[in-house]
């Protein structure tokens, strides 16, 4: 740790880091747009620039410099003494805010970044009130550079955030600054559109509205929108993000900063994975089925209904007919509800977990360039396994004891007619009954199934109960690594249907809202290894 | 807060006993009652035949119906900002935005619904609008068979600029130094909020 | 310069003839320290512009390096400067013999020549006498039959100032955009392929022969303390004889311009109006200020940024200074590199402000803004990566400040709406 | 301004094309990255030579040598867009460079310019009807004791007067100059075996004295 002053307070930081980074992290609003923490380090839009004090050259005594350096590019060391409040900095802040605007075409009305845009805070923050330039803009022209994303030029402040990315992270360098001076842009070679799976954070490391997502382009002004907390379930990495929604509907997933997961990233397989939540297909009402007689009973009867059909069939037959078909999509939380549950109608339950989503194989970044020697340290990964709390439902399983199955042998067991009664929890957003699981829905003398859409078993089952997305639930999920991480419920589900943890909570015979926190507390008494979750640390909302 | 170097003490004045009978400002009422009363009798009318009458409005700040505006090529004004929806106390408006088949237009509106029946006539949309695009006119009657009728869309709103085109609402009604202030008698009939403070 | 205008310069033959390579010889009998010693001693001061001690240059050298790399900066692109090209035309063999004794100093193995490229003519010049000194054994394996091996290899630039800026001319040799590196590292640690680099002026190493043949204190003999040795300093623009000469560092700007045997006076009917000294970077000169000395320091006393390459551009009192404002600005405004806000957006801002008011449209404020915009880019040091906005501010506040009563009175003369015409047409 | 975007999803270099590069370009490019450390750092002289050799670096040459460098495509066009003397669409046969620094516009650069400008009935980076001629500027060729002058092609034209301009244009061989050329550095592509003596083993050594 090393002490350093920054505007006469004393500061302790990590060694070796980057003063702007230090300020930014204790709280100091310093502007900034080429520095991105996860990027390398390329201080060219000198907006972060600061006083220093060094030894003066005849009298070695510590004295302001009498020039100024980027806090991007100083690394922290012991006994620092900078400040940003003094009044060369704030001017050449100034005058660097209307440099940045000479040319900026001020079409924040129209431009999605709006509200978000470091632009408008910086000047109103930093800026002067007026350009004085009177002579023409340059004006530059707005390219398509690739499937989801926008690019207009003339908002940009070459800043090449954007193309240090491509380079660094993602590794596979759509993206250039052509040209040279006042006329550089941000371009691809054309035909080369950028189109990694990695591509949307270019969209949000981008300080100014010049790469935006044509996936949210005009949808909503960004003030409107309410930032969530979430996972993303796209796969077994667990990326912490944020959800971005507004009367209810979610319109944009963002990363959030992790670093024992993510750092600042996601990719665009989870990015643009949200859309099934908005499906008109989903099943949002709970449905009871006697002979051909459906019903939707009300939520409220729905607890005793259940509770009274399994402990009717466990009389009429034998406990250990019961078996449990977990998802790897349910939070650990209401995974152990169900758990509870069964285990308490049927102690000698069997569980299982259902299949867990495999597509292709893993893939690294920063993908290695051609030709070179040695693959780059990695800094991202986008798992095979597509399901967010495989390891979660596993541990839960390993510690609840019991007949615990793999699927396969489930399946096996179940079309032999060893079960009669079954809760199968789907929740996946892909169809995933295939054909030997879709036979098993007839094999059951009583079938809960709870799901996000119809398929076979719901056809077939006694009892179907609506599954919500995440982004509906709240609770943990336990990544790849085994780090379990929480997510809050952004939006409420869609009308008739209610969030799982609630059915499960009341069904499992509390009362009461649930709430993954209260649900921790419950499974901490039972198992307290279940219970620790880790919150990636807040950072600042000014250090972008 | 209120800083206390800007709180004003006032004492109510003292009334004298003749005042405390309080017949001269008795007989003082009655005399503006019974000249108005005279007034109406024999000289002027004040009630307006209404619809067949219109009333004479104060039209510097009269505060009616909303309309859209059209630009110099008769497309809408408007660029789907939504600044009037997000300036709107009452979330009233209703906006879509999408990119505009104009080439020097980047955004416009796919939908533009407005529920002037929620609506409190703040005139803060059009305080709001960067593009002048959103404006009160001067209408009032307006009505309507359902509570769907009253919001009005895109094409309605524009319809309302086309019938009131010759009309230009003045944007920022100038509140103060309108000729009725200080002299209540010259002001002409106060509707849409005169208050001369 | 012995050798410039000598019949067949650029032969190995006529350089050998005339003590060529002599001096490679005895710095490779020495040890490199001794040798970097001798340059330190000499206190030669780079060429180029900024005048920094090549010897303490070369010490900055880490120790323990196992690699260095020379990097030759042929790429004179300061108007109106063309020294460079003067060495490499008539006389290649010195520079090859000073590359060999920096890169024998700084234990270099390969040298970078970074030439220009707009020099077509010099390039098959120097290529064909980098040929004679492989073929003669002063490059390659075995340099002059020691154990010291030496490749040099020419890599041409392609038009762009800013590539004459160290860290931009690394930048450009690694095959990318000549975007100068933010320092530190500096390249003496980490420059070209990450390996400790030395980045010299043509001009630097074609002292280093004579430095080594003659000894530190010949060298130091010639003019001021400060400013040792000979320099080379170029006359352009209507004189008598334009042209690139040699003297010491305590000749003033006036001798440049009217001596016999350099200048020679201006052309006939023409007279001095300014005077840009030391290539356009570093500011102008009024004709009162002719007496300026032309070393490291006396530049500072005339508001000046420094010596800079010392090559003299005089412009004459029939040319309108704005022409000449305008010149300057679109140069900088052409040639940043648009990595650094301050740089990119000052200097297009000028050019546009000075085309303008050339255009006669400017208005009194303009003058005012472009003083701002000048000292808002260059208020400072450390407002930008490398020196090219020092380098464009200077030349316009020297021009702004030391002629304004012509250009307000330009600007007065101007006929009335013509601003307002001028810029309604073009927004 | 406008709101239309430029399509860069759209292909500029058809996949099937026959390669642009002869065998000898490639092998020479290839021959220049023994001079480096990095393949990359060859990309200047490769330019270089793709540009001598077709007049212009096209779409399609700058992918081939991107290949050959192992960069990306968007690397070379990077680069070759921040400097000047690279030019991306076809230019005539010889393409003239008038320089405007200040030593020539003082002494005339600007008339000589128009002149030619007037002469070939092209602006600037324009290419005269014929083919024959394109026209340039730049900020300056260091030539200023020369001043005003002019490059074609490869011939620096010093103290250009206006009178000169026709015979200049005239001149078949006003773009070529006459000295003797390296061998190593000239020699047509295609004969290119011998490099400098020992350009390939060097760049392997680490060690120093």
Sequence with gaps: ??????????????????????????????????????????????????????????????????KLFPACQTPVRDGLEVRFNSDVVKTAQESCMEFFLLNHPLDCPVCDQAGECCLQDY????????????????????????????????????????????REIAGTGELCLVQRGSKNEIDVFPGRPLDNPMQGNVVDICPVGCLLDKDFLFKRRVWELTGTSSICPGCATGCSIRVDHADNRVYRLK??????????????????????????????????????????????????????????????????KVVAVLSPFMATEEAWLLIRFIREVAPEAALAMGPV???????????????????????????EEKCPNRRGIEQLLEVSGGTVLTFEAFSEQAAKGDFTAAWIVGGYPKPWVEKDTAKLGSKFGLLVVQDLFENKLTEAAAIVLPACAWVERDGSFVNAKGLAQPFERAISPPDGAMRDGQYLFEIAGFEGLYS????????????????????????????? | MIPDEDIIQLEAPQLSSPERLYLPQIVDGMRVTLAHLGKSLFKETMTVQYPEEKRDLRVENYRGVHRLNRDEKDRVACVACFMCATACPVHCIHIEGGESPWEDREKYPVKFDLDELRCIYCGMCEEACPVDAIELTHTYDLVGRSREEMILGKEELLAIYDATKAEKPRKNPRITGYPGTGNPSAAGPSLAGGNPS | MKNVGVDGSTTLKVYESRGGYVAARKALAMDTNAVVEEVKKANLRGRGGAGFPAGVKWGFLPKDRTTTLLCVNADESEPPTFCNRVLMEHDPHQLIEGTIIAAYAT????????????????????????????????????????????????????????????????????????????????????????????????????????????????????????????????????????????????????????????????????????????????????????????????????????????????????????????????????????????????????????????????????????????????????????????????????????????????????????????????? | MSWKAIDRNQAVVDADAPPLLSEGVREKILSYTHRYETKRAALLPALHLVQNTLGHVSWQAMVEIAALLDIQPSDVFDTLTFYTHFWTHPKGEKVITVCRSLSCEVLGGAAVLDALKARLGIEEHGTSSDGQYSLVTEECLAGCDHAPCMLINEKLHKNVKLDDLERILADGDNDRVDMPRSDLFDAPPVAESKQPASATEDDSRTTDD
């Design chain 1, 516 to 544: 993954g926190q209260r649900v921790r507390e419950l499974m901490a008494e039972a198992t307290a290894s279940l219970t620790e979750v880790y919150e990636a640390p807040p950072i600042p909302a000014h250090a972008h």
């Design chain 1, 123 to 166: 000047s109103y923050k930093f800026g002067r009130a007026e350009s004085r330039m009177v002579d023409p803009k340059v004006v530059n022209p707005k390219k398509d550079i690739g499937p989801h994303t926008l690019l207009y030029t003339d908002r940009c402040v070459t800043c090449t955030r954007c193309v240090r990315f491509t």
């Design chain 1, 255 to 320: 990363p959030r900063y992790n670093p024992k997961v993510n750092d600042w990233w996601m990719c665009d397989e989870g990015r643009f994975g949200f859309k099934y939540t908005q499906d008109n297909a989903r099943i949002i009402k709970p449905m009871l089925r006697r002979g051909r007689e459906e019903t939707s009973p009300s939520w409220r009867e729905i607890p005793d209904i259940v509770r009274f059909r399994f402990q009717d069939h466990v009389r009429a037959s034998s406990a250990d």
């Design chain 1, 357 to 383: 989503p495999v597509e292709g194989e893993p893939q690294a970044f920063p993908c290695a360039p051609p030709g070179a020697p040695s693959m780059p340290d990695v800094k991202f990964t986008i798992l």
């Design chain 1, 1 to 66: 740790m090393a002490k350093i002053i920054i505007d006469n307070q004393e500061l302790e930081c990590r060694e070796g880091m980057p003063v702007l980074r230090a300020a930014l992290e204790a709280g100091w609003d310093i502007p900034h747009y080429c520095y991105h923490p996860g990027l390398s380090v390329a201080a060219s839009c000198r907006l972060c620039l600061m006083e220093m004090k060094m030894p003066h050259p005849k009298t070695r005594e510590m004295d302001w410099a009498p």
């Design chain 3, 107 to 427: 234990r270099s193995q390969v040298a970078y020549i970074y030439m220009r490229g707009e020099f077509h003519e010099q390039f098959h010049v120097l290529q064909k006498a980098i040929d004679e000194a492989y073929e003669a054994g002063y490059l390659g394996k075995k340099v002059l039959g020691t154990d010291y091996a030496l490749e040099c290899y020419i890599h041409r630039g392609a038009g762009a100032y800013v590539c004459g800026e160290e860290t931009g001319l690394i930048e450009s040799l690694e095959g990318k955009r000549g975007q100068p590196r933010i320092k530190p590292p500096f390249p003496a640690i980490e420059g070209l392929f990450r390996r400790p680099t030395v980045v010299n002026n043509v001009e630097t190493l074609s002292c280093l022969p004579h430095i080594m043949e003659r000894g530190a204190d010949w060298f130091t003999g010639i003019g001021p303390p400060h400013s040792a040795g000979p320099k080379l300093f170029c006359v352009s623009g209507p004189v008598n004889k334009p042209g690139c000469y040699e003297a010491a560092m305590d000749i003033t700007v006036r001798e440049l311009i009217e001596r016999d045997d350099m200048g020679g006076g201006m052309l006939s009917g023409r007279k001095v109006k300014a005077v840009f000294p030391g290539g356009l970077s570093m500011g102008v000169l009024t004709v009162d200020e002719l007496d300026m000395k032309m070393d490291f320091e006396d530049p500072r006393n005339y508001s000046l940024l420094g010596l800079g390459t010392a090559a003299a551009v005089v412009v004459d009192d029939a040319t309108d200074i704005r022409l000449v404002l305008r010149n300057v600005a679109r140069f900088y405004g052409t040639e940043s590199c648009g990595q650094c806000t301050q740089c990119r957006e000052g200097t297009s801002w000028m050019q546009r402000i000075a085309q303008r008011i050339e255009s006669g449209a400017g208005r009194m404020e303009d003058l005012d803004l472009l003083l701002e915009t000048a000292r808002n880019m260059g208020m400072m040091p450390g407002l930008s990566i490398c020196g090219l906005s020092d380098g464009a501010t200077y030349p316009i506040e020297t021009i702004v400040k030391k002629f304004r009563p012509e250009l307000e009175a330009a600007i007065r003369s101007q006929p009335a709406g013509q601003v307002e015409a001028v810029l309604q047409a073009a927004n």
